[in-house]
C-alpha cells in the first residue's frame, strides 16, 4: 500500500484542474509515473492492489487496471500473475530524478545556440498580434471577406478532388494557383511569368528566408534599402549575409551608392511599387540601371511587391521583373495583405534556371502548401472573386486613408507630421515635437494603440516617428484610436 505522503501526491495529481481534460485512468496513470520518476517509489517496491487502490481513490477497479496496463506497457512496472505490480527493476539502471536547481538553465540565461540560431533569437524573429490593435501595420480589413462564397468554393473543390486533397501536394505548388498566380501579375503588375516559374510557397517571409538559404553564402553582400522591411533585413541577417544599407529618397533607392561600390554585392533587395516604410516609388531609370548592374555582374534582384494591390493615385508602376530581359530578377508577392493572414499562401516568379533548385530547398522547409488552401484560391482567382475584392478594398482603404490623414492634422498636428502614402496599409508620420520615440510608443500601447517605430527601421537609426495601421479599422474605430493616441502623448510630453 502506499504511504500517506504517496496517496496524497496521487489525489492532488487526480484533483488539479490543469489535469481535468485527461482521462481518470491517465490522470491516475500520469501521478504513478511522476512518482517513480521522482524515486519516490523506488525499483522492486510494490504498488497496492488494484482492488485496494481503488478504494482508497474512490475509483472503480477497471480504472485502475487501465492505469496500471498503461504503466506496464510503458515498461515502468512489471506485474507478475499471483503476485501483483511491482515497480520496474530497469528504473535502477538509470536513476530517474529532478533535476537540482544546478541542473536547470536560468530562464534569463541564453540557450547554447549555434551563430545562425542566436542571430534570430537575438534579432527577435517577425511577431504578428493575434489580435491587432489599432494602428498595427500591414493588417487587411477581415471582417467584410466574403467568407460564404470563399467556403462554397471550398466545398466545390472539396467535392471534385476528394481525397486527393488529404494527400501530399506537389512542393512547387497546385498547378492551378500557379497559372492564376501568372495570368494575374502578367495582367495587373506587368509580368513575364508563366506557371512552370512561379512557387507557391507560405508567405513572403519564408520566400525572403528561402533566397537567402539557397542563393547566398555567410559572409556575402547584399544591397538593401535604408530604411527597410524589418522582416527582409532579419532574413539576411539570419543567413549570416553582409547586408549593406542604401539610402531611399522621394524616388526609392538610390542606385549611384550601388554602381559607385568597389565591392559590389550578390544581390539588391527593395520594395519598388511601394517602398517600406516610405512609400516611394523606385523610379524607372532606376529601375532600368539595377536591371544592368544585375546582369553585368551576375547579382540577383529580389523584388518583394507586398502591397501593390492598393494604389490610390492612378495605376501602380509595372513591377521590375517584367521590365528584366536578362532573367536576373525573382519577383515575390504575397495573399496576406490582399485577402486575409490566415490564408498563409504567398509566392515567387522565378528565373527558369532556379525553379527547380528553389524547390527542392522548399522541400526542407515545410513539404508543401496546404492543397485544399490553394485550389479554393485558384478557383476564387479563375472566377474574378479575387480582383472583384481588391478593387472593393481598395475604394475602402482609400476612405480610412483620408478618415486618418484628415484626424491625424486636426488632433496629432502637435507631434507629429503626416507622409501621407499613395498606396498600402499604413501611413509613416514623423515626430515634430520633442518627444522621445519610445517615449511615444510606449505611451500609445499603454492606453491600448500599437504603433511601429520609424527609427528601428533604418541601419543606423533615422528619423524618429511611426507607422500608422488604417486598413483593418472603420473611420468611427480611426477616430476614438486617435484621440486616445492624442491623449496619450500629452500626457507623455508633460514635464
Known amino acids: 500500500m502506499f504511504k500517506h505522503s504517496q496517496l496524497e501526491s496521487v489525489q492532488a495529481w487526480i484533483a488539479h484542474p490543469a489535469h481535468a481534460a485527461m482521462p481518470l485512468h491517465a490522470r491516475i496513470q500520469r501521478a504513478i509515473r511522476q512518482l517513480i520518476v521522482d524515486g519516490a517509489l523506488a525499483p522492486g517496491k510494490p504498488l497496492p492492489a488494484s482492488r485496494a487502490l481503488a478504494g482508497s481513490l474512490g475509483v472503480s477497479r477497471d480504472t485502475i487496471e487501465a492505469a496500471y496496463g498503461q504503466l506496464h506497457a510503458e515498461g515502468f512496472i512489471e506485474r507478475r500473475v499471483g503476485s501483483g505490480s511491482f515497480v520496474a527493476e530497469m528504473t535502477a539502471l538509470a536513476p530517474l530524478r529532478r533535476p537540482s536547481r544546478r541542473d536547470r538553465l536560468p530562464r534569463d540565461e541564453t540557450p547554447a545556440l549555434g551563430r545562425r540560431g542566436t542571430a534570430i533569437f537575438q534579432g527577435g524573429g517577425v511577431r504578428e ?20 462564397l470563399w467556403e462554397r468554393l471550398e ?11 488529404l494527400l501530399h501536394g506537389d512542393p512547387q505548388g497546385a498547378e492551378p494557383l500557379r497559372r492564376a498566380i501568372a495570368d494575374y501579375v502578367n495582367l495587373e503588375r506587368g509580368a513575364r511569368a508563366t506557371a512552370d516559374r512561379v512557387l507557391v510557397l507560405t508567405s513572403s517571409q519564408q520566400a525572403m528566408s528561402l533566397c537567402a538559404a539557397m542563393l547566398f553564402d555567410p559572409g556575402d553582400r547584399i544591397f538593401i534599402e535604408d530604411p527597410a522591411y524589418y522582416g527582409a533585413r532579419k532574413a539576411f541577417d539570419a543567413a549570416g549575409l ?48 539595377l536591371i544592368d548592374w544585375a546582369a553585368r555582374h551576375r547579382a540577383w534582384i529580389i523584388e518583394d511587391d507586398y502591397d501593390s494591390e492598393f494604389h490610390y493615385a492612378g495605376k501602380p508602376t509595372a513591377c521590375v521583373q517584367g521590365l528584366d530581359p536578362h532573367d536576373r530578377t525573382l519577383y515575390i508577392g504575397t495573399f496576406t495583405k490582399s485577402l486575409f493572414p490566415g ?17 527542392v530547398g522548399r522541400t526542407l522547409l515545410d513539404g508543401h502548401t496546404a492543397t485544399m488552401a490553394q485550389l479554393t484560391l485558384a478557383r476564387f482567382m479563375e472566377g474574378g472573386h479575387f480582383g472583384a475584392h481588391v478593387r472593393s478594398m481598395r475604394g475602402v482603404y482609400a476612405q480610412r486613408l483620408d478618415a486618418l490623414a484628415g484626424l491625424v492634422a486636426r488632433h496629432l498636428s502637435d507631434f507629429v507630421e503626416p507622409r501621407v502614402p499613395v498606396g498600402g496599409l499604413q501611413m509613416p508620420c514623423v515626430l515634430t515635437r520633442d518627444l522621445p520615440e519610445r517615449v511615444a510608443i510606449d505611451a500609445a500601447r499603454r492606453a491600448g494603440i500599437e504603433l511601429l517605430g520609424l ?17 483593418a479599422y472603420t473611420p468611427l474605430e480611426i477616430e476614438a484610436a486617435v484621440r486616445r493616441l492624442e491623449a496619450a502623448l500629452r500626457a507623455a510630453a508633460k514635464p
Open 129 to 148: 498580434m493575434l489580435a491587432p490593435r489599432p494602428f498595427a501595420p500591414g493588417v487587411p480589413e477581415t471582417r467584410s471577406f466574403p467568407l460564404a
Open 242 to 289: 553582409d547586408c549593406v544599407p542604401v539610402p531611399v529618397d522621394r524616388q526609392g533607392m538610390r542606385v549611384d551608392p550601388i554602381m559607385a561600390d568597389p565591392q559590389g554585392a550578390r544581390a539588391v533587395s527593395l520594395t519598388p511599387s511601394h517602398q517600406f516604410p516610405t512609400g516611394a516609388t523606385l523610379a524607372l531609370d532606376r529601375r532600368l540601371a
Open 343 to 359: 490564408l498563409r499562401i504567398g509566392y515567387v516568379v522565378l528565373p527558369p534556371q532556379l525553379v527547380e533548385p528553389m524547390t
Open 155 to 165: 466545398r466545390q473543390v472539396r467535392r471534385e478532388a476528394g481525397a486527393q486533397t
Open 455 to 471: 527609427s528601428g527601421l533604418h541601419a543606423g537609426g533615422g528619423e524618429a516617428g511611426f507607422l500608422m495601421g488604417f486598413a
